[in-house]
């Protein structure tokens, strides 16, 4: 996974990148309903994507390897 791309985001959605001790690695607001995220700047290993609007938050694993 060398790119992350989100979608369906509402305005002003907060995204996250924590890794697996729960290190925020990456903070950004949308500012459409698409949002990239580069991932070949981590070494490989587990990430949580979280992304909190004004009624919920979701959490999504990744699993970063290497090519």
Not at 2 to 8: A, D, P, W
Not at 46 to 65: H, P, R
């Amino acid at each position: 996974v060398n790119e992350v791309i989100v979608n369906g985001l509402q305005s002003s959605s907060k995204i996250e990148l924590l890794d697996l001790q729960g290190r925020k690695l990456l903070q950004t607001i949308a500012f459409s309903d698409e949002v990239k995220i580069q991932m070949n700047i981590y070494p490989s290993g587990v990430y949580f994507l979280q992304v909190s609007d004004n009624n919920a938050i979701y959490i999504k694993k990744i699993l970063k390897t290497e090519n």
